[in-house]
């Protein structure tokens, strides 16, 4: 979670593809009004 208020919320996911569209599945059923995917982005650990 991101940011969270009483009438929507942000959420930042990283995963596989089969993950991440698992998820977006789920959010479908409580009305997703905006889906931003960025892509693979790399970042190194440490």
């Given at each position: 979670?991101v940011?969270?208020?009483?009438?929507?919320?942000i959420?930042?996911?990283?995963?596989?593809l089969e993950?991440?569209?698992?998820?977006i599945?789920?959010?479908?059923?409580?009305?997703?009004?905006?889906?931003a995917?960025?892509?693979?982005?790399?970042?190194?650990?440490?």
């Amino acid at each position: 979670m991101v940011d969270v208020t009483h009438v929507s919320l942000i959420v930042e996911m990283t995963g596989s593809l089969e993950k991440i569209t698992a998820f977006i599945d789920l959010m479908e059923t409580f009305g997703v009004k905006e889906l931003a995917r960025t892509g693979i982005t790399a970042l190194p650990r440490g």
